[in-house]
């Protein structure tokens, strides 16, 4: 293991996000530094906390498989539009059936307007 001898001196801002300003946010450069200290290209990280999709971005960089969780939808769709953005020629899709990512964006914003559509037709009838 290789462990760094500086400290690190990040200044901590507020980004802003989705609905509120974020508390966590950090450049690239700071996990991408941690990973190239603590672990090997080809190792996994595990992000539990995925947000905007910082540590994917910093896997990509430094050769690291990175498997990221994050329960936002708004924050999900912001982290593909980020690496879509960076790595346009990398096709995003679910591990589990192969799906398009804009396959399975779409069907969540359908399923989300769809009680919108019929509190509205409810309303219209009363």
């Known amino acids: 293991m290789r462990i760094p001898d500086s400290v690190l001196r990040i200044t901590r801002h ?3 996000g989705i609905e509120t300003e974020h508390p966590a946010v950090f450049p690239v450069a700071l996990p991408e530094f941690l990973m190239r200290a603590y672990t090997d290209e080809g190792d996994v990280v595990f992000d539990p906390f995925g947000g905007s999709g910082t540590t994917i971005l910093a896997g ?3 050769g690291r498989r990175v498997r990221a969780i994050e329960l936002a939808p708004a924050y999900v769709d912001l982290a593909i539009a980020c690496w879509r953005t960076l ?3 990398l096709p995003v899709t679910l591990a589990d059936d192969g799906r398009d990512y804009c396959v399975v964006a779409a069907a969540r914003t359908s399923l989300q307007a769809a009680p919108e559509q019929g509190g509205k037709a409810m309303a219209d009838a009363a």
């Open 14 to 16: 507020k980004g802003r």
């Open 60 to 62: 990509q960089r430094t």
């Open 87 to 89: 790595h346009p020629e």
